[in-house]
Structures are given as structure tokens and as C-alpha cells.
């Protein structure tokens, strides 16, 4: 079975307490990557949800196509 790959285009409470815990419980998607503004912020936001890959701007995220 595979799973989707999201990215989160935000480091918004909703995505750490709702979107990200639901999407990891799901066996069908899993979190690829995180993005924000700042890339220290989206970088520290990864490593504390346990995502691969963080982004420092929104477009390198949706321009990634997460091969």
C-alpha cells in the first residue's frame, strides 16, 4: 500500500496539534516535509515533529515533488 506525502505550509499550532498527529496516525500519508517563512523556525519545527525535509520559503515546498 502506498502512502501519500504531504508538506505543511505552516508551523501554526494547528498543524503541531491537529493536522501533523493526524496525518502520522493515518496508513495512508505520511509527512514529507514543513515549510515556512523563516528556515531556522521550519528546521527546529521538523526536527521536533520528526519531518525529513523543512523549507525556508513556501514555494521550494510546493515546487517539491517529493521523490
Keep these: 500500500m502506498n502512502k501519500y506525502n504531504w508538506g505543511i505550509l505552516?508551523?501554526?499550532k494547528i498543524g503541531?496539534?491537529?493536522?501533523?498527529?493526524?496525518l502520522?496516525?493515518?496508513k495512508f500519508a505520511q509527512v514529507a516535509a514543513?515549510?515556512?517563512?523563516?528556515?531556522e523556525k521550519a528546521k527546529n519545527f521538523?526536527?521536533?515533529c520528526n519531518i525529513p525535509v523543512s523549507y525556508g520559503n513556501y514555494n521550494t515546498l510546493l515546487n517539491d515533488p517529493f521523490n
Design 10 to 12: 505552516s508551523t501554526a
Design 16 to 22: 503541531r496539534r491537529a493536522m501533523i498527529p493526524a
Design 24 to 26: 502520522k496516525e493515518s
Design 34 to 39: 514543513i515549510a515556512s517563512r523563516n528556515s
Design 46 to 48: 521538523a526536527i521536533e
